[in-house]
């Protein structure tokens, strides 16, 4: 059964550091979208992308934040200038309609020391 | 008001009980609903996916939505030690905002 994969699935960074967090969403699927969960916290969203452009985006979505589909299969989030707020689990979610069910991936444990 | 609310318990059941999630949202023209479940430490899983008002049955799983109290559950039948988790309700707005919105969870302990 296809799956939304995630890498790394632990990155640790220094504040002030650029990481770069990278996703392949299933092969069918045209939306995309970026979740990150703090500890102890619900789900929330951040980004969803769709025809090569951002469609959608949350307040936490500031400047610090950019995606890309740099080719045909994957999908990244980079954060420009990490801060120790950052430090959460992100999750990488894939869909085939806007509408319909979004499958999410392992998800990458960003830790900003 | 908070978005989609959730009681965020522990919800205690024996095994093989029925264990009763609800969930509630402030925004009237949502129309998508979902279940998901989430273990510690990981990623949000599927569970159930409901548009319409009523109920939705998936094997031991049945997902009741009313739009008119804006009210949405899940129903776990014969709950297993295996079904300890935490059941994460999202809404989506299928308005051409394509976010899901989700609650804090309802964390399930099913004992043996």
């Known amino acids: 059964e296809p799956e939304v994969t995630q890498t790394p699935s632990h990155q640790v960074t220094q504040m002030g550091q650029e990481v770069i967090l990278r996703c392949v969403p299933i092969?069918?699927?045209?939306?995309f979208y970026w979740y990150r969960q703090i500890l102890g916290q619900k789900v929330e969203f951040l980004v969803s992308?769709?025809?090569?452009?951002?469609?959608?985006k949350s307040e936490i979505f500031d400047d610090q934040f950019s995606v890309e589909r740099p080719d045909g299969s994957n999908f990244t989030l980079k954060i420009r200038s990490t801060k120790l707020e950052d430090s959460a689990m992100y999750f990488c979610?894939?869909?085939?309609?806007?509408?319909?069910?979004?499958?999410f991936g392992p998800g990458t444990r960003l830790t900003v020391l | 008001q908070k978005e989609v609310e959730q009681n965020s318990g522990p919800l205690s059941v024996p095994e093989g009980a029925i264990a009763s999630l609800n969930c509630t949202y402030s925004?009237?023209?949502?129309?998508?609903f979902f279940w998901y479940r989430q273990y510690s430490g990981k990623s949000p899983e599927l569970i159930m996916s409901?548009?319409?008002?009523g109920d939705k049955e998936d094997g031991r799983f049945t997902a009741q939505l009313n739009k008119a109290s804006q009210y949405v559950s899940l129903l776990i039948r014969d709950s297993q030690p295996s079904d300890s988790a935490t059941y994460l309700c999202?809404?989506?707005?299928?308005?051409?905002?394509?976010?899901?919105?989700f609650g804090t969870g309802t964390r399930l302990l099913v004992s043996p």
């Open positions: 409901i548009y319409s008002n």
């Open positions: 925004d009237r023209v949502s129309q998508s």
């Open positions: 999202a809404v989506n707005r299928n308005t051409g905002f394509q976010k899901l919105v």
């Open positions: 992308f769709y025809n090569n452009e951002i469609s959608e």
């Open positions: 979610a894939s869909g085939q309609e806007s509408t319909d069910t979004q499958y």
């Open positions: 092969s069918n699927h045209l939306y």
